[in-house]
């Protein structure tokens, strides 16, 4: 059983950057695929991003390519999504995941989630 747990939230002003951390226990970290996902009030929860278990591969949805970067530590069981150029609408409640093996861009089939962290960007 792995337990993720997000951290780096936050309100901040369209244009500023935001870092977000998710520290894995329980499991074998490098044996899983990681990845964040973020769910807006009213909407579905969406892809944001994720990288492979060496952390050689990584996918990123076209809203946030080339603002956002994700990266892993598997010596301290850490991935980290950094966030520039933020946006109004990236306002929602970003959420850090597990997969073993190849990771995937439908939520439903991720084994692992963090309880969420708050983003608020303001216009």
């Known amino acids: 059983q792995v337990q993720l747990v997000e951290s780096g939230g936050g309100l901040v002003q369209a244009g500023d950057s935001l870092r977000l951390s998710c520290a894995a226990s329980g499991g074998t970290f490098s044996r899983y695929a990681m990845g964040w996902f973020r769910q807006a009030p009213g909407k579905e929860r969406e892809f944001v991003a994720a990288?492979?278990?060496?952390?050689?591969?990584?996918d990123y949805a076209d809203s946030v390519k080339g603002r956002f970067t994700i990266s892993r530590d598997n010596a301290k069981n850490t991935v980290s999504l950094q966030m520039d150029s933020l946006k109004p609408e990236d306002t929602a409640v970003y959420y850090c995941a597990a997969i073993r093996g190849t990771y995937r861009r439908s939520y439903v089939e991720w084994d692992y989630w963090g309880q969420g962290t708050q983003v608020t960007v303001s216009s």
């Open positions: 990288i492979s278990w060496s952390g050689g591969s990584t």
